[in-house]
């Protein structure tokens, strides 16, 4: 209480968090028996919680009820967002890369603000099309996206060293992990699957550029602009796919079976 009226006093942001609220439950139900109700339950936890606060002098605590064994219950999802919100811009698109993947709702965060951003690779990729130097414009996306997918599939936790430090924590085996994954980059990145991948979806695009070889100026806008669809492609599938990886992975990790 003290600790918290300093920071009351100094104008900073602060939270209560009551964490083993699932044993809180258990405690009770047993008590309670057949009369036991998880709603009512709750509510009296965080009104015991706010009368004792409040009588303590701190002006409108924020309070949070979780379980770090049950992630995805009571208010473990809401205390991230409100950690986001209270961020500006740049540092709460920061903290949404960094949240463990614990939850379906984090990894769909993390999955909105890393979309958010990909228009930029796509545009460098693009910029790199209508340079008019033979083989620049592929190795350039190539390694682009190589390093990009690399950075996407470590933060969504399915890189080799996350899942063996996951395995660890839940003990388990890392291969049971390996095994949800079922998207192409959520298993592996390399430059020969980019490669392929970038072929399929530049199909038209370069038939449309060969049909313009004798004009200079208009083969490189078209240049640009199928590199930039092309590349923001790959990058959203790519994205969108291995959140759901993420998604079967903490499935796997934290069920019982």
């Known amino acids: ?23 809180d439950l258990e405690s009770k139900e047993r008590r309670s028996q057949s009369q036991y109700d998880q709603e009512e339950a709750l509510r009296e936890l965080y009104q015991s919680s706010l009368d004792n606060l409040t009588k303590g002098g701190i002006e ?29 811009d740049l540092k709460g698109r920061l903290f949404s890369y960094s949240v463990p993947n614990v939850t379906s709702k984090a990894i769909d965060r993390k999955k909105e603000v890393t979309l958010s951003e990909i228009w930029k690779d796509a545009f460098y990729s693009a910029a790199a099309a209508a340079v008019p130097v033979l083989g620049l414009t592929t190795a350039y996306s190539i390694t682009l996206l190589v390093t990009k997918l690399s950075q996407h599939r470590a933060d969504f936790g399915l890189d080799e060293n996350s899942l063996r430090r996951l395995a660890k924590k ?19 990145v390399s430059a020969g699957l980019i490669k392929n991948e970038l072929s399929k979806l530049s199909g038209p695009a370069s038939k449309l550029q060969t049909a313009v070889k004798y004009l200079p100026l208009v083969r490189q806008v078209i240049a640009g602009k199928g590199t930039y669809t092309t590349t923001y492609s790959l990058l959203k599938t790519a994205i969108e ?17």
């Not at 209480?1 to 044993?23: H, P, S, V, W």
């Not at 009820?65 to 961020?87: H, R």
């Not at 796919?241 to 079976?257: L, P, Q, T």
């Open 170 to 188: 839940v003990r388990k085996k890392p291969e049971e992990l390996k095994l949800a994954r079922q998207s192409t980059f959520g298993v592996e």
């Open 1 to 23: 209480m003290f600790l918290a009226k300093a920071i009351q006093e100094r104008g900073k942001k602060f939270y209560f968090i009551r964490n083993k609220i699932d044993q």
């Open 241 to 257: 796919e291995m959140a759901e990886d993420a998604k079967r992975v903490i499935v796997k990790a934290f069920s019982e079976n």
């Open 60 to 88: 409108f605590p924020r309070i949070f009820l979780i379980s770090c064994w049950y992630v995805e219950k009571f208010d473990f999802v809401a205390l991230l967002k409100n950690l986001e919100q209270g961020l500006p």
